[in-house]
């Protein structure tokens, strides 16, 4: 049986973890060893920026005895992954280079947005489960050390996905600051998280019932999982018992609570805190029932992995999930909240898409590459909700504000720069200079699918929807596009050069615009 | 109505573990005394009791007399503080000394004697020729390695060695003309006496094989007859005025500072300072001179009470040598040969057999070679990537060593857990350490602040099929020498689940935190006790719902309060509990309307019996579990010990007929009565049933005719009426 071996290392805020994955068609993806090393990184760069030399010494060690076991192993590939903590230092190129030296290992840092993803990609693997329960309203709550996204879902699509602070690890460290007593510990949970939660539940809530959460944590999750509650299914509890389990709590002394739940002591407080946070978004929600499907970044990122190099069957569970359809209803959640008129861009998505499809093998460009334009094209008018006369900067700065849920940090800041340059001038990458983040490579893109999308709006200037079918064909060194439409299309027909000049430069094939008549059975 | 609570803290409850060693140690003694057992048999005995005692002064001893130095007067679950325990120890240890001494003289002496080996007991009883013959011994062996000592103003008093034999001597000067003191220079008047001292080498032989006498007898005398009669060659200017043997016992209980940068060195460090551990107790030759003794004693600064007069030789350790005599086999049991287990045939693939399914091991009855073998494969197998292992003591040349070393210089990747603290193996264990070290294994000295003492072996190996986990379990050390006398139990499996957890048990061992959960296995001191506790609550529960409960336990020894009061508990609520506990028992039994359904037996026998098994009835659905550790505080609360379930039913079977075969044991087992002492149950001749001889007849039939006989012979054969 042919199989790989895969290892996940997840630099947590307070949890250095490694998995080792064995992944094939037949036994999809199988866990053979999970390793975790208690290390708080978030201690250090939450409060000082900066991560002190000598945690950073222990991180290196241990990070070499990962090797070590990787070697074991014989793992065929890993990754490495480091979330809020790396995210939050201030020096974390230099960090990253220091490891990477030290330990062989490279950390690739994720932005939340994708740690989030991953996350919930862990979930979402589970298949059938996952499916069944997002059909209802569901909550995706994932609390981590820094910050805790909230996800919701509506009738199997992700209607929004935004992250909150403070997350668990952050919160007792700002609890420590304070003095208080052990019956105040509840109400001020409440305080510090009630902020955000209210204003969440104002905007994408309202007065609906959000039936189920999903939860992801590190401690909550080994309760719900374990035989503690006796629950009839593994993982699944009703939120009234988890309620009550919650209260029962206040009563135990830490070490009573160690031994009755089988959690390490040192972890206690880090659970009361996730439970107490989860009790009350409970109450905010009026969530009937709560699972944890006790899954970890780990686990999404075998499943990526699994996925990137077609390891598992088409038919095994979880592959059913279409995740581009959820970064999709992200966008157009986007798009809802800023009032952005749906009609003007569903026409722009479907004429890029289909010039896209029509150019992707000629110049090598992928399927993110078309996940990406479309979201460029869904979210090129989101911006009118600040300036009717700046769009194309209004834009950019509100999707460069919003966590898009799956998106990299590059990644959304190729999307933002598709839909400013779709309507400013187009800065080259000689001019941007220093100020961008962004490499040769991704320049290269934003330019492609730049051109795309002005030309896409070359077609519906006065966004009308005239056009209703798109054709595209080649004649000698032009490229004809066919637009099947009975509207008058003079604009359109008259400043398509201002749109394709870009095209061009960048394509280096030129553009031109027909008009096909549709003549309907009976007309004559 | 209002319900009764018993408060099961009571001390009148609770038996104290160091009265109730003695007791153990007693037991042993009665093997010695039992005319029944083979001679050889007997001194075999009778020396365990000594080296066992030897090992409890330095350790328990120690710990309470250094309890009543520091003035820490908490009392035990007896309701005995450390002074009182002292007392009573003390007591009772004069009485086994005495009991251990006149066995020797009055029983084992003569008998050796009538069966043709004469110990001879002092020099002065040697004839002319064997005078001769000890005395070139001395010039020709002894002589050259002895330093002898003699004390005065310029010399201070040497340093005596925990455990050594002495001869302490009160010697003067021979007379000299004007002999002048030392230092003043005034002439000495009179007999000046001064102490001299010269330790009995232990690089020589202590039994000293006299030329065979004309009518075959086989005479022996000890090493010190020899060096006293041959005193004077020592202290050539001095005159002998009288020469007795004695012996120390030291502190040994060190304390290891654990956060030190190099626990070896640190160990290293303080296995020097075991010699100079405060004296606890002094053996001294019976008739010794008062002055003599006096000036040992007042050096050493012993209390009365801590002398012990030995009629006889002491350190009756030599005994096990003289086990070692050949010609003297009719005087001992016949040697039992560890059988072959029948599902591992020599060449064979054991990884296979394991696939196929769970095999089960009982030393000493079947032989530890399919553990070795298990680490030998691995290391040589190119399919495997690991092994890791615990190891407590291991014998010396150990085989499991070289094998970790093999593999590692093969290119696996080799993790042993070395325990540097086992006490008394710390020496033998820092070589291993070395030398596992220097083979390219990574090694662990232990867990700061815990003794590692759980045994597993964890073999990772690639398959076809992807990563198959071995795993051996077992309840005794990786000691191949110790595998042939003590009784253990271990699994070898290839279960995912159990797999898993012991992936998870060596990343704990390695630093790393615990796994989100367990499968089967229990890890003290993180859950086994807890684990015990919730099943022995469960079978009060059982039988409170009138549901079938019963609890049997086999293990080394039982002292946990908060273990025995759970028993307790269930006993009171109906459970029946059997527990076969080898050693210490701090439960009581015969506690009326408390503890009527416990009944304890302990069973000494040719083997030590070693292994824990517990069984609970579990309302009809039996578990059997195994594990390392006994219920001892240390073992639950100090120690990282494994237990592990006994998953398949096959195995169970076998398992849970180990414990029925030790139940019915009539003729080793002794019960604990309600006054703490022990007693053999009264069976005719006809009805003795040994648990030990029938194992080893039991695995030698196996092992001649294949497992499916014996189990055949084990079933019973209904008869029907054959006219229907």
Known sequence: MAYKTFAAIDVGSYELAMKIYEISSKNGIKEIDHIRYRIELGTDSYFTGKISNDRVDELCRMLSEFTGIMKSYKVDDYKAYGTSAIRETENSLILLEQIKTKTGIKIDVLSNSEQRFLDYKSVASRGREFQNIIEKSTAFIDIGGGSIQISLFDEDSLVTSQNIRPGVLRMREELTRMSYRSYQLEDMVEEMVSDSLESFKEMFVGDKKIQNIILLDDYVSLVLNGSYLGTDKKGQVEASAFVEFVDSLKKKKSREMALSLGIAQENITLLYLSALMIKYMIKILGTDMLWAPGVCLCDGMAYEYAEKNKLLALDSDGVSHNFEQDILDCARDINRRYHSIEHRTREREMTALTIFDYMKKTYNMSKRDRLLLQLAAILSECGRYISLANVGVSSYNIIMMTEIIGLSHVEREIVASIVKYSTENFDYYETLGRETILDRESYLKIAKLTAIIRLSEGLDLSHKGKCNKLKISEEEDKMILTVETNADMTLELGLFDKHSTFFEEVFNIKPVIRQKRVIFKGEY | MEVKKTD?????????????????????????????????????????????????????????????????????????????????????????????????????????????????????????????????????????????????????????????????????????????????????????????????????????????????????????????????????????????????????????????????????????????????????????????????????????????????????????????????????????????????????????????????????????????????QAARDPQVLAIKQTLYRVSGNSPIISALAQAAENGKQVSVLVELKARFDEENNIVWAKKLEKAGCHVIYGLVGLKTHCKITLVVRREEEGIRRYVHLGTGNYNDATAKLYTDLGILTCNEAIGEDATAVFNMLSGYSEPLGWNHLALAPLWLKDKFLYLIDREKQNAIKKRPARIVAKMNSLCDPDIIKALYKAAAAGVKIQLIVRGICCLRTGIEGINDNIEVRSIVGNFLEHARIFYFENAGNPELYMSSADWMPRNLERRVEILFPVLNPKLKDEVWHVLEVQLADTKKAQFLKSDGSYAKMIVKEEELRSAQEEFCDEYTAMAAGGKKAVQQARTFKPEYNQSL
């Not at chain 2, 120890?89 to 009485?95: D, I, L, P």
């Not at chain 2, 201070?156 to 003191?181: C, D, Q, T, W, Y």
């Not at chain 2, 009365?304 to 005599?325: A, H, N, Q, S, V």
């Not at chain 2, 039992?336 to 693939?349: A, C, F, K, R, S």
Request: with cysteine.
């Open chain 2, 8 to 376: 099961y803290s009571k001390p009148e409850y609770y038996c104290n573990r160091e009265l109730s060693w003695i007791a153990f140690n007693n037991r042993i003694l009665g093997e010695a005394r039992d005319k029944s057992l083979p001679l050889f048999e007997r001194i075999k005995f009778l020396s365990i009791t000594a080296s066992n005692l030897d090992e409890f002064f330095m350790v328990r001893v120690a710990s309470l007399k250094d309890m009543v130095n520091a003035g820490y007067d908490k009392k035990d679950i007896a309701g005995m503080t450390p002074t009182e325990q002292l007392e009573e120890v003390n007591k009772a240890t004069h009485e086994l000394v005495n009991m251990q001494y006149s066995t020797y003289n009055r029983s084992l002496l003569p008998l050796l004697a009538q069966n043709g080996l004469m110990v001879v007991e002092h020099h002065e009883e040697l004839t002319k020729e064997e005078c001769d013959f000890v005395d070139r011994y001395f010039q020709d062996n002894v002589y050259p390695v002895l330093t002898p000592m003699a004390v005065d103003s310029s010399r201070p008093f040497p340093l005596i060695r925990n455990k050594s034999l002495n001869l302490g001597a009160l010697v003067s000067r021979k007379e000299e003309k004007g002999r002048r003191h030392l230092f003043n220079r005034k002439p000495v008047q009179g007999k000046e006496l001064e102490f001299a001292t010269v330790q009995v080498p232990s690089v020589i032989p202590r039994i000293v094989q006299l030329p065979i006498a004309e009518n075959g007898t086989k005479r022996v005398i000890l090493l010190e007859q020899i060096i006293e009669r041959n005193m004077d060659k020592l202290f050539l200017n001095y005159n002998i005025e009288c020469a007795f043997s004695f012996r120390i016992m030291r502190n040994a209980d060190f304390a290891v500072e654990e956060e030190a940068e190099d626990l070896l060195k640190e160990i290293e460090k303080q296995l020097k300072k075991r010699q100079w551990g405060q004296a606890i107790r002094l053996e001294v030759e019976e008739g010794i001179d008062n002055r003599l003794l006096d000036i040992i004693r007042k050096e050493l600064m012993i209390d009365e009470r801590d002398i012990y007069t030995i009629p006889g030789p002491l350190d009756l350790t030599f005994f096990m040598k003289m086990y070692g005599f050949s010609g003297f086999e009719h005087l001992k049991n016949k040697p039992y040969t560890p059988q072959i287990v029948p599902e591992l045939e020599d060449g064979d693939d054991i990884f296979e057999k394991i696939r196929e399914k769970d095999i089960l091991l009982h030393h000493p009855y079947q032989t530890f070679a399919p553990v070795v073998d298990f680490i030998k």
